[in-house]
């Protein structure tokens, strides 16, 4: 099984930023993409951006520009770095990762962001 262990999130001022971190624990060799997701009051969760084994990056249109997803595959821990950030921003954001040759995925706990006016 793996683990995975949020931090960063907050309360923030808009056009303020924010990074997230993602740390994998446990059987974390087979480990492939990594991810976040987001979930606003009210709505589906969303993919904002993915990053491959080989860091490939993918983004929402939504956060193109403004967001940075990273990764250090040494230490199976993924980043994302949030600027300029607005109010729709505002949502609990979750760690995502699936497994090479397995359909299994993980999820984190979650990690409040919120973006004041």
């Known amino acids: 099984q793996v683990q995975l262990v949020e931090s960063g999130g907050g309360l923030v001022q808009a056009g303020g930023s924010l990074r997230l971190s993602c740390a994998a624990k446990?059987?974390?060799?087979?480990?492939?993409?990594m991810g976040w997701y987001r979930q606003a009051p009210g709505k589906q969760r969303e993919l904002v951006a993915t990053i491959t084994r080989g860091s490939t990056t993918n983004y929402v249109d939504s956060v193109k520009g403004r967001f940075t997803i990273s990764r250090d595959n040494a230490k199976y821990t993924v980043f994302l770095q949030m600027n300029s950030l607005k109010p729709e921003d505002t949502a609990v954001y979750y760690c995502?990762?699936?497994?090479?040759?397995?359909?299994?995925?993980?999820w984190g706990q979650g990690t409040q962001v919120t973006v004041s006016s």
């Open positions: 446990g059987y974390v060799s087979s480990i492939n993409n």
């Open positions: 995502h990762t699936d497994f090479l040759g397995s359909r299994s995925v993980s």
